[in-house]
């Protein structure tokens, strides 16, 4: 039951944070008193990262809004890899837990896309829902490899 608690509240993180508009969800004041004095903007600079057709850069954004974006995709990215976890543990031991936990976060992904697409201001991306898979791939793996090298070490040091 505690396994499927950890999935539900990622869940219901994810249902009222997709909820929201791109307004309500905005930090950028936040930003601009964080990171006042813009730390590393000359590093970011050289990012310019491709989306929705257009390129993603200080430059075409300025700083405060591209660090949102990199955030933003940031949260996606962790986010989605911890509902992949959270099914991923509840799923238990059995057979093909690490692909449904990515199947069903990338399904997952893709309905939340379709329902955010009703949201004012939001729309669907199918760029997103790669990131969100990425995240969920990179989570799972890293428990699983994680597992293996313990399994490993508890096998030897048991010889």
Not at 8 to 24: A, D, F, G, N
Not at 115 to 137: C, E, N, W, Y
């Given at each position: 039951m505690?396994?499927?608690?950890?999935l539900?509240i990622?869940?219901?993180?994810?249902?009222?944070?997709?909820?929201?508009?791109?307004?309500?969800?905005?930090?950028?004041p936040?930003?601009?008193?964080?990171?006042?004095n813009?730390p590393?903007?000359?590093?970011l600079?050289i990012?310019?990262?491709?989306?929705?057709?257009?390129?993603?850069?200080?430059?075409?954004?300025?700083y405060?809004?591209?660090?949102?974006f990199?955030?933003?995709?940031?949260t996606?990215?962790?986010?989605?890899?911890?509902?992949?976890?959270?099914?991923?543990?509840a799923?238990?031991?059995?057979?093909?837990a690490?692909?449904?936990?990515?199947?069903g976060?990338?399904?997952?992904?893709?309905?939340?896309?379709?329902?955010?697409?009703?949201?004012p201001?939001?729309?669907?991306?199918?760029?997103?829902?790669?990131?969100?898979?990425?995240?969920?791939?990179?989570?799972?793996?890293?428990?699983?490899?994680?597992?293996?090298?313990?399994?490993?070490?508890?096998?030897?040091?048991?010889?």
């Amino acid at each position: 039951m505690k396994k499927w608690l950890i999935l539900l509240i990622c869940l219901v993180v994810l249902v009222i944070s997709s909820s929201m508009t791109y307004e309500q969800q905005s930090i950028l004041p936040e930003l601009e008193d964080l990171l006042a004095n813009k730390p590393f903007e000359k590093q970011l600079s050289i990012l310019k990262i491709p989306y929705w057709g257009t390129i993603v850069s200080v430059e075409e954004r300025g700083y405060f809004p591209f660090v949102e974006f990199l955030i933003r995709k940031l949260t996606h990215f962790m986010g989605f890899g911890c509902i992949a976890l959270g099914l991923y543990f509840a799923w238990g031991k059995r057979r093909f837990a690490a692909s449904i936990a990515i199947g069903g976060t990338a399904t997952i992904a893709v309905l939340d896309e379709f329902r955010q697409s009703f949201t004012p201001g939001r729309t669907m991306s199918a760029q997103d829902v790669l990131v969100d898979t990425a995240g969920a791939i990179v989570f799972v793996s890293l428990v699983v490899a994680l597992r293996k090298i313990l399994k490993n070490k508890r096998q030897k040091a048991q010889l």
